[in-house]
């Protein structure tokens, strides 16, 4: 009877051992794809839910590991926020306005870090909470190190190998879940990342 127990005890454990092993290749796995990821464009979908409200908001992302990157965001909002990896640009054409500000800490604490930072910035800044795989589908949630970081949680969804979703909470509780299509791993050129700057706007530098 001890035999059989003891038998059972190291099968029970070798098991164990396996498939934390598994887990842990997983996400090793998961973060050496976000850092290979060096190009991203896509078209989204944003929903914010905040209690019962919930706003859509579509648009358009491109991105590299250089921290470079433009989102074009359609009505309501109609703004363009772009990074040349040292200035952050926010242009209104309603409001005939650019504001210009460095870019900071603006790529590890906000969504744009997943396509834009490194993967030492994301490892110092993110906590990988797990992962959990199925057929060709893999969602890994990341927990931020930062108590006072605007993204609390990011959920991270890859399917046939591209980023389709991610959901995170920010620190005011808002939900916010961004659904990708057309999602493209190639090249960008340079030219994308900058901007033209119409005459006659207001230009407001920090």
């Known amino acids: 009877m001890k035999l059989l127990a003891s038998s059972f005890l190291y099968t029970y454990l070798f098991l164990c051992n396996a498939l934390l092993a598994e887990d842990q290749a997983i996400e090793k796995a998961f973060m050496e794809y976000l850092g290979n990821q060096n190009f991203f464009s896509a078209f989204f979908s944003q929903k914010t839910y905040s209690g019962d409200n919930e706003r ?14 433009k989102l074009i965001y359609e009505e309501p909002i109609n703004e363009t926020l772009l990074s040349d990896g040292i200035n952050f640009y926010r242009y209104d054409p309603e409001l005939e306005q650019l504001e210009i500000r460095p870019i900071e800490n603006l790529i ?26 199925s057929k060709n589908n893999l969602r890994c949630e990341l927990v931020s190190r930062l108590k006072d970081n605007y993204l609390q949680l990011i959920e991270v969804n890859i399917f046939n190998n591209v980023i389709n979703f991610i959901r995170y909470k920010d620190s005011f509780d808002q939900e916010v879940l961004l659904r990708f299509t057309d999602v493209s791993l190639k090249e960008i050129d340079l030219k994308e990342f900058y901007i033209n700057i119409p005459d006659g706007i207001d230009i407001i530098k920090h």
């Not at 859509?56 to 990157?69: H, Q, T």
């Open 56 to 69: 859509v908001i579509k648009g358009s992302i491109k991105a590299n590991r250089e921290g470079m990157f």
């Open 108 to 133: 590890d604490e906000t969504p744009i870090g997943l396509f834009s930072a490194k993967t030492s910035v994301l490892l110092e800044t993110y906590n990988l909470r797990g992962c959990k795989t």
